[in-house]
Structures are given as C-alpha cells and as structure tokens.
C-alpha cells in the first residue's frame, strides 16, 4: 500500500464548479498535512497546512480525518486558473520526518 | 528574501558524464530534500540532509547517486555515470527544521537532466 495515496483524475469541471479531493495516508503516526499545487512541471507550491480543526483560505478549506486517515481539499467557484495537479504531502512524526508525496490529482477547469 | 535555489536549471549530459546539481535552500533553513520526478510521475523522496549530515537517504539508488550539504556552500546533488534513465527533474525543497508541527517545505524551480 502506497504511503499516501490520490486518486490521479483529470477531474474536469466547469468555471464556478466546487470540487472537492480526498488523499488517504496509511502511518498513522504522521503528524503534519500540507496540500501543494505544481502547474505544468514546475515545482510544486505550497497552496495551504492542513490543520486538526479544518482550515480556510478564501476559496479552498482543508479538512483532516484522523480516524479515518484521510484529507481532503475542497475548492470552490473553480477559476480556469486553478487547473493544476494538487499533490497530498504528509510528513510523520516516527523516522526521520521527511515529506511523502501522493502522485497527484489532475483538475482541469473548463471555460 | 531569495527563495529556494537551484541551479543549473537544465544541464545536458552524455552517457558516462557525472552530472552536478546545486541547492540553496531559503535563508534561515537549514533542512534540505532531494526529490526527482520522472516524466508523467510523481515527486519521488530521494535525500534529506541537514548541515554536514545525511538524516535519510533511504529513497537514494545505491549505486552513481551522492549528496551532500556541507557546512559552508550549498546541498549538492551528484550522479556518477550518468545513464539515461536518469533524465527527470530534481527538485530541493528546504525547510526550518522537524521540531516544529505545519512546519513547511519550499521548493526550488528544479534542475532539468537530459541525457543524450
């Protein structure tokens, strides 16, 4: 089983969709959640932490389910500029504290 | 404040030549992370080091692969031999430091390697 672990896509969805991914992890000691965007081959950019409480930034909140271990990232009224691959990390508290990507998950924004 | 850098930004290489990448990583970080990422893949985890040690090379191929991050100068990334399944692109990322929870990691524009 894969550390962490996305569903690929391509969602595809129209201007102004809400649209929502989910990102399971599988050690449970992992300790912090971060949600990235990379256009295109670039590098991937921070777009938010994830935090116990659930978190807000402008359009996008991110949610996290200890229990269940998963995290999710829900982006509404979708821009055509929010077409990216959106990359789960999650980083464990027990060995050397390193960053685990999932493989990314595809949204394409549709004029 | 600079960010992450990473130079060169593509290098060519033939078959059997060593290839050298460089990380600087944001000032005031002093934890570095090699990742490569192969056409059409994710992020791979191949390297972590802090100044002077490595913390996790667990994601490093055994063999031609080596970094470092010495006291003075920036983390370097080297393959030996270079064949060409190492064509991707190698990504740094740098963060503060492990004992700090949220604590983020930024990244570097990548270094492109074609081997030809």
């Known amino acids: 089983r894969k550390e962490v672990e996305q569903d690929p896509g391509p969602f595809n969805v129209p201007e102004g969709a809400t649209v929502a991914f989910n990102c399971t992890y599988s050690n449970s000691a992992s300790q912090s959640f971060f949600w990235y965007r990379q256009d295109c081959r670039k590098e991937p950019k921070l777009l938010m932490s994830?935090?116990?409480s659930g978190n807000e930034d402008g359009r996008f909140t991110a949610q996290l389910n200890r229990a269940s271990q998963y995290i999710s990232l829900l982006i509404r009224d979708s821009k055509l500029s929010d077409s990216a691959t959106y990359l789960c990390?999650?980083?464990?508290?027990?060995?050397?504290?390193?960053?685990?990507f999932g493989t990314g998950t595809r949204l394409k924004v549709l004029a | 404040n600079a960010g992450v850098m990473q130079n060169p930004r593509h290098l060519v290489r033939r078959r059997g030549q060593e290839a050298r990448l460089r990380c600087s990583p944001m000032?005031?970080?002093?934890?570095v992370y090699w990742y490569r990422q192969l056409p059409e893949e994710g992020l791979k985890f191949m390297v972590y080091?802090?100044?002077?040690?490595?913390?996790?090379e667990s994601g490093m191929p055994k063999e031609r692969f080596s970094a470092e991050f010495p006291k003075e100068g920036p983390s370097i990334l080297r393959i030996q031999q270079v064949v060409r399944g190492d064509s991707a692109a190698y990504f740094c990322?740098?963060?503060?430091?492990?004992?700090?929870?949220?604590?983020?990691?930024?990244f570097g524009q990548g270094t492109r390697l074609t081997v030809v």
């Open positions: 080091l802090q100044k002077e040690n490595i913390i996790d």
């Open positions: 990322a740098s963060s503060r430091g492990w004992d700090t929870a949220n604590t983020e990691a930024f």
């Open positions: 000032k005031g970080h002093s934890h």
């Open positions: 990390v999650v980083r464990p508290t027990s060995g050397t504290y390193k960053y685990i």
């Open positions: 994830v935090y116990s």
